[in-house]
């Protein structure tokens, strides 16, 4: 490589100006830290679960063949499946294959994992997010409502209901929603799921109880989280008593300066809530017959389908680190003071 | 904290949260209670045998639910070679492939894609007739060449989905409707093993070679009544009306949609909001009376009766007495009125009401008898039992009140339940002591029959006998049944003069549809093959 190189034109040298801004800004640096750091947790969990399903009795070879089968044909089949190798070798041979991107075939219907998480991550995705998006836009509300007059009629109706709501399990809850909604009401659909592109409309309907099932607990939770950290906002911070006294109405004051800092907390508790209610889709897509990851998840372990399980688990922790890492990130945008990498004033 | 709600008013909002259920509740009842009224009428009680009558019209669309885990799980796809499940599946794989034969009302076995199937050289030939001029929905034959096609490749595979049958020296297509099966023995019992096995279910040769088997597999191809519109594996199966259908004016439907659902409780709501028309397979005798109030629920004849089985090759049940003291302490009957109300038929073999060569009573069976218990286990100097079975809250259930029962006879028993797999690591330590199953089928020969339980050579029976082998063998064997039940009814006193293993009852599984709708099976009775009953759904129609 030469020493010397030819000076630079005038847009080549701004775009490599902005890539050295880029490469040093703290917030990518603390990205790629944060990335290179989920790399030890992601094969922690790929290889947890792949110890825990290999530590169950039976295998795929077993499941697949059923009761019938003798101990000659299940280990024909083992030895199709690569089961009969060692576990090292199954996880490492699995690990390799996952880190080029492929990510295996079913040893149950044969289909790629990859096909697999296509087809029902997105039902999954969709009934999450309904259920945040259900969770959130009543909790905040509720939450300023309670603290606007803590103690008042309706701080209190609101923490009854919040109560209520975190003492009900979320498929009890499941029952008790379609048998009013569905059976008594009759306004609701009780099972199944239909594709957006079938019908929108239709596609909201039958993710309606689902998704309240799974987010009326997130919602109970928010709301007393975000009203406790209002309260504690609005009692003893000096910003707020600075408003107060320059005379900005109290609703303001809750709403434009206690909620912006009170949400710190509360995106903390969503990121991490997401792996919780990824677990819920488990139970609450078996019930409603939604044909999400959760209900892959429960039939690849049934079958001892590890290579899906491993999938699933994969993609599962990456959600998760990701939303952490967002979560992380935004706090610097919703607070300019803080800028990852820089020393704290 | 520091914004306490007293328990007053939490109890007064609780209070009202309930009223607002209950408003809610009865509002919604009164309707519901009205539409009960008329259902009460036209439901009989108890095995009601047929209720809905109307005359069947052509149309319509109707979603059945299945029970996740079991017939509503496929999840190695509808392929007749590689459905582990397909014996659970017999709904979906009848819809699309249709069935060589079929066991129709009353327990009969009649001819569906094919005529014919008629026994020789003893029972070791099957000369198989077929339906002249099949097609599979993909229009192509379906003939003696791919009725052989379809043989040879669901006997090649590893899958146990195929039957267990003599070893077989030919299939052959001596003209285009005729399909010889030789086999190295006689095999009496073919024609009925046909109904639980895969070897029923005719796949299109041509769909398989151009569309693959791993696709085969998701949209596969028959000359069933229905086609397949979509699958989502082990979730939902659309079918729609298959116009090239053999028989003219079926079937009725014009689609058909199978659903997995969590459970009877989950199905009983989706039924009542009308999210789905049937229910094949509800299985929990307390939720009985409920969907009677509701819909036409029709009891289908239990054929496997519950058994316990006693490992004879281990101590301590490898000694006479050992075993003799389990059959005198268990009470099946009582065990049938304190669970399940006396809904159910105790036996004393291993068949029942609604299968094949069903016998009440088996001479020198040793019926209850606690003092005679008592007895043995004083004699036996005390009796410790290892007892398992498949996890599930009715075998709990079962097993807590035989545990009961055997106390009193001074036997201790540590229960185990395990999942399906854990159950085989059980059997294959060949070290188990007792074990809850069921044993038995509609043919003692077919599925999980009388061989699976106490034939030598099957992995899961605790009897080593040939003696037994040979009763077991020989009522398989024979094409006159006549002879089948005689040697059967052998069978069943050796079991019971050996005390090889008490017998306790049938469950029943109910079949529930709407009222409107109606079909063979689903509102009349079929016996269950295996453990459901399969409805004729070519014939299941809503009324007019």
């Known amino acids: ?345 | 904290m520091r914004y306490v709600i007293r328990s007053s008013r939490l109890a007064a909002f609780a209070a009202c949260l309930f009223v607002v259920a209950a408003v809610v509740g009865a509002c919604g009842s009164s309707k519901s209670s009205s539409s009960s009224a008329s259902t009460s009428a036209g439901t009989t009680p108890s095995s009601s045998a047929t209720t809905a009558t109307g005359a069947p019209k052509t149309g319509g669309s109707l979603t059945v639910l299945e029970l996740g885990g079991y017939a509503g799980a496929w999840p190695t796809g509808l392929d007749p070679a590689t459905n582990v499940n397909g014996a659970a599946d017999q709904d979906q794989m009848n819809s699309i492939f249709g069935q060589l034969f079929q066991l129709s009302t009353g327990g009969h076995v009649t001819p569906d894609l094919a005529t014919s199937a008629t026994p020789e050289k003893g029972g070791t030939t099957w000369r198989i007739a077929l339906r002249p001029g099949l097609k599979f929905s993909d229009g192509t034959p379906l003939d003696a060449a791919a009725v052989v096609s379809n043989w040879k490749r669901d006997l090649a595979n590893p899958c146990t989905c195929k039957p267990i049958l003599p070893p077989v020296k030919s299939i052959t297509a001596p003209d285009s409707t005729t399909v010889l099966l030789s086999m190295a023995a006689p095999d009496g019992a073919f024609q009925n093993q046909l109904l639980v096995a895969n070897l029923n279910w005719i796949a299109s040769p041509t769909a398989i070679k151009s569309m693959g088997e791993q696709a085969f597999k998701i949209k596969p191809v028959g000359a069933g009544p229905f086609t397949v519109v979509s699958d989502t594996l082990s979730n939902t199966l659309a079918l729609k009306k298959n116009p090239n259908y053999w028989e003219s004016g079926r079937p009725y439907l014009d689609s058909l949609t199978f659903k997995a659902t969590a459970d009877d409780e989950s199905a009983l709501e989706a039924l009542q909001s009308g999210g789905a028309q049937a229910y094949d397979g509800m299985a929990t005798p307390s939720l009985v009376s409920t969907y009677k109030s509701h819909f036409t629920t029709t009891e289908q004849p239990a054929t496997s009766p519950y058994d316990i089985q006693l490992n004879t090759a281990a101590p301590p049940f490898n000694n006479k007495n050992a075993r003799l003291a389990i059959y005198y302490a268990t009470d099946a009957a009582i065990i049938d009125q304190k669970l399940f109300g006396n809904q159910f038929q105790v036996v004393q073999g291993f068949t029942a009401p609604g299968g094949l060569f069903y016998y009440p009573n088996v001479p020198g069976y040793p019926a209850y008898d606690i003092n005679k218990a008592k007895s043995l286990v004083k004699s036996l100097g005390g009796l410790n039992v290892n007892f398992f079975t498949l996890a599930s809250p009715v075998n709990q259930n079962f097993m807590e009140a035989l545990q009961t029962l055997w106390k009193g006879a001074g036997i201790n028993t540590s229960i185990h339940l395990y999942s399906l797999a854990g159950l085989i690591q059980q059997f294959d330590t060949k070290k188990w002591q007792a074990a809850l199953q069921t044993a038995g089928a509609w043919d003692p020969a077919a599925g999980v029959g009388l061989g699976f339980r106490f034939l030598s050579q099957s992995p899961f029976s605790g009897v080593h006998d040939p003696k037994l082998d040979a009763l077991i063998l020989g009522g398989q064997a024979q094409v006159n049944p006549t002879a089948r039940d005689q040697t059967y009814q052998k069978a069943a006193q050796y079991i019971a003069q050996n005390a090889d293993g008490p017998f306790l009852f049938p469950l029943a599984s109910w079949n529930v549809a709407v009222h409107g709708v109606q079909g063979p099976g689903l509102t009349t009775v079929i016996p269950s093959v295996v453990v459901n009953t399969a409805p004729l759904w070519q014939d299941v129609s809503f009324t007019q």
């Open chain 1, 1 to 345: 490589m030469s020493s010397t190189s030819a000076p630079l034109s005038a847009p080549l040298a701004a775009r490599a100006g902005r890539a050295r801004r880029l490469a040093s800004s703290p917030t990518l640096s603390f990205i790629v830290r944060r990335l290179l750091a989920a790399i030890p947790v992601l094969l922690g969990v790929t290889f947890l679960s792949f110890v825990v399903m290999n530590s169950l009795p039976g295998d795929a070879a077993q499941e697949l063949l059923g009761a019938q089968a003798t101990p000659a044909e299940i280990h024909q089949l083992e030895i199709k499946l690569g089961l009969d190798k060692p576990f090292l070798t199954r996880y490492w041979d699995w690990l390799h294959q996952a880190v080029i991107g492929h990510l295996g075939h079913s040893l149950s219907s044969g289909q790629s994992v990859a096909s697999i998480l296509g087809s029902d991550l997105p039902v999954t995705f969709e009934l999450v997010g309904f259920a945040f998006v259900i969770s959130l836009a009543l909790a905040v509300p509720l939450a300023l409502v309670s603290a606007r007059k803590p103690n008042g009629v309706a701080d209190r109706l609101s923490m009854m209901f919040s109560m209520a709501g975190l003492s009900i399990a979320p498929y009890v809850l499941a029952l008790v929603l379609v048998y009013v909604f569905a059976v008594k009401l009759n306004v609701l659909p009780a099972i199944g799921w239909v594709p957006p592109g079938q019908s929108v409309w239709q596609n909201i309907r039958y993710l309606i109880l689902p998704a309240v099932s799974i987010g009326l607990g997130l919602l109970c939770f928010y709301t007393r989280l975000l009203r406790a950290d209002l309260l504690e906002q609005m009692q003893g911070e000096d910003y707020v008593v600075t408003a107060r006294a320059k005379g900005v109405r109290p609703w303001r004051v809750l709403t434009r300066h206690a909620l912006r800092n009170s949400l710190f907390g509360l995106i903390t508790v969503v990121a991490l809530n997401l792996g919780t209610l990824l677990g819920f889709t488990v139970v609450i897509e078996d019930i409603f017959g939604i044909p999400g990851i959760g209900h892959e998840l429960l039939q690849a372990i049934d079958n001892r389908d590890i290579p899906v399980i491993e999938g699933i688990v994969f993609v599962f922790a990456v959600i998760v680190v990701l939303c952490n890492l967002a979560a992380d990130v935004l706090y610097s945008v919703l607070d300019p003071r803080i800028r990852y990498g820089r020393p704290t004033e």
